[in-house]
């Protein structure tokens, strides 16, 4: 399940991983634009405990680790909606500070599209997006998805009460020659 994209590398979380996990993702930056499953400060037991989920996962979640230049660099991946929604994916991915502006989380998202698409029964992927977090919807755009719907003060975080910006791709735009 490795994938290779000049210096960037895709694999399943692996135990010891946990202390570059811990160094890259203890991070309030990072914090401040995912959801409230990514904890702050980020611990040792919270390395532990995601590794330990990522590869315990159902068959329909996918979790892999990104690698820039061999290093633990974010994470990638997506999870089947339930309900009316099954056959809809949420992607997500996140990067340490370091590799932001690579290109790295574009490509991460290139790849775990290809393979939410190839793999899996989905017939639309979405993603939502912190409204203060400009460099996350010019990924989800460079990687194909459009922008659908900005939902007013849906979420609460760090505090504050803002906007999610919700980005989707389907099946029937996907393009995977361009992946």
């Known amino acids: 399940m490795t994938k290779t994209t000049q210096s960037l590398d895709l694999r399943p979380w692996q135990e010891g991983d946990e202390g570059a996990l811990v160094k890259i993702a ?36 996918i979790n892999l680790a990104l690698l820039g230049n061999g290093q633990i ?34 490509r991460a998202l290139v790849h775990t599209t290809q393979k939410a698409f190839e793999d899996f029964d989905f017939v639309r992927l979405e993603a939502g997006v912190i409204e203060w977090n400009p460099a996350s919807k010019r990924v989800l755009e460079k990687a194909g998805y459009t922008f659908e719907a900005r939902h007013a003060k849906r979420l609460f975080k760090d505090g504050q009460h803002c906007d999610e910006f919700i980005y989707a791709l389907l099946r029937e735009d996907w393009n995977p020659s361009s992946a």
């Open 26 to 61: 203890n991070n309030r930056k990072i914090w401040r634009n995912l959801t409230e499953r990514f904890p702050h400060p980020y611990t040792m037991k919270d390395a532990v405990s995601w590794i330990e989920h990522a590869n315990s996962e159902p068959s329909d979640a």
């Open 73 to 106: 660099a974010g994470g990638a991946g997506f999870e089947r909606r339930g309900d009316l929604s099954t056959r809809t994916a949420e992607m997500g991915y996140w990067l340490g500070e370091p590799y932001w502006g690579k290109g790295f989380a574009t």
